[in-house]
T-cell receptor
Framework: QKEVEQNSGPLSVPEGAIASLNCTYS??????FFWYRQYSGKSPELIMS????GDKEDGRFTAQLNKASQYVSLLIRDSQPSDSATYLC??????????FGAGTILRVKS | GAVVSQHPSWVICKSGTSVKIECRSL??????MFWYRQFPKQSLMLMAT?????????EQGVEKDKFLINHASLTLSTLTVTSAHPEDSSFYIC??????????????FGPGTRLTVT
């Protein structure tokens, strides 16, 4: 069974710090990886996608992928209270259905 | 780009009635749409994959006769919850892929529909 594992948290960081969110996946056939942010009562919002080993940066967000270790991470620099949300990691094999992790709750304290 | 809408955003219905939820891709044509359900403090659960012009593929444990999915056009998929019961109360979310985007594996989510069955 294909699985994506995340620490449920909550992960608490002070405002301005770097938040580090981690995710592992079981299916070596997974090719595409995504980070979604979900605010309470809202639907998920895509914030990062990554397909190749290494780092991908977009503004304050950096996604890291290590296929050998089956590990994906998301770094949020200069964390803001508005970043407080649940972050969902997801993986897919060649565009088939997404397999979601249970999500990590992030709390940024001002 | 890649905007997905849902209607209604919330609905309250009586037990035994049916409810239809619409999912539209507003600025792209979606050959594939996905329907999810999310209970409070739980992650998303994929219910079915909807392909335009063909029957939906349901996940194990999802009753296809209860959750009817129709994907009649490249911009519209509908989910009908038939004979709804209180245990069907949940947050239903659709997503769509834009096959013409370079990052075509990305799924874009609609805002969700909160269903309450009394």
């Amino acid at each position: 069974q294909k699985e994506v594992e995340q620490n449920s948290g909550p992960l608490s960081v002070p405002e301005g710090a770097i938040a580090s969110l981690n995710c592992t996946y079981s299916d070596r056939g997974s090719q595409s990886f995504f980070w979604y942010r979900q605010y309470s009562g809202k639907s998920p919002e895509l914030i990062m996608s990554i397909y190749s080993n290494g780092d991908k940066e977009d503004g304050r967000f950096t996604a890291q992928l290590n296929k050998a270790s089956q590990y994906v991470s998301l770094l949020i620099r200069d964390s803001q209270p508005s970043d407080s949300a649940t972050y969902l990691c997801a993986a897919t094999e060649y565009g088939n259905k997404l397999v979601f992790g249970a999500g990590t709750i992030l709390r940024v304290k001002s | 780009g890649a905007v997905v809408s849902q209607h209604p955003s919330w609905v309250i219905c009586k037990s035994g009635t049916s409810v239809k939820i619409e999912c539209r891709s507003l600025d792209f044509q979606a050959t594939t749409m996905f329907w999810y359900r999310q209970f409070p403090k739980q992650s998303l659960m994929l219910m079915a994959t909807s392909n335009e012009g063909s029957k939906a593929t349901y996940e194990q444990g999802v009753e296809k006769d209860k959750f009817l999915i129709n994907h009649a056009s490249l911009t519209l998929s509908t989910l009908t919850v038939t004979s709804a019961h209180p245990e069907d109360s949940s947050f239903y979310i659709c997503s769509a892929r834009d096959p013409w985007r370079q990052s075509s594996y990305e799924q874009y989510f609609g805002p969700g529909t909160r269903l309450t069955v009394t």
